[in-house]
């Protein structure tokens, strides 16, 4: 399966968010970074990587829709967002590189 949505749509999303946008946005944004927290943290699981589970399920908490966790500063959300982005950059080139080497065997 191609899981390069689910490491490169929350980039996208969290990028965009930079802008001036709308409140209802940001409630999007939380939705797919949400639920791409949970997906790689499942496929983590199966893959026994038990320190990004717990960092992906941080993640999954953190940026979840339901109950949302504010942190009333921009600023700090753009902090947040960058070290967010960069560990779905991290980890989402390492399952390409494994979903490349499966295809290959």
């Known amino acids: 399966m191609n899981n390069k949505i689910f490491w490169i749509a929350p980039i996208v999303v969290m990028a ?5 946008m709308p409140y209802g946005y940001y ?3 939380r939705l797919v970074v949400c639920g791409c927290s949970i997906y790689f943290a499942y496929q983590l699981y199966q893959k026994q990587d038990m320190t990004f589970v717990w960092i992906f399920g941080f993640l999954g908490i953190l940026y979840n829709p339901i109950i949302p966790v504010h942190l009333y500063e921009k600023e700090i959300w ?8 960069i560990i779905f950059v991290f980890k989402g080139r390492q399952f390409d590189e494994i979903e490349n080497d499966d295809e290959k065997k």
């Open 16 to 20: 965009l968010g930079f802008l001036p």
């Open 27 to 29: 409630n999007l944004s």
């Open 78 to 85: 753009m902090v947040v967002n960058i070290i967010t982005a």
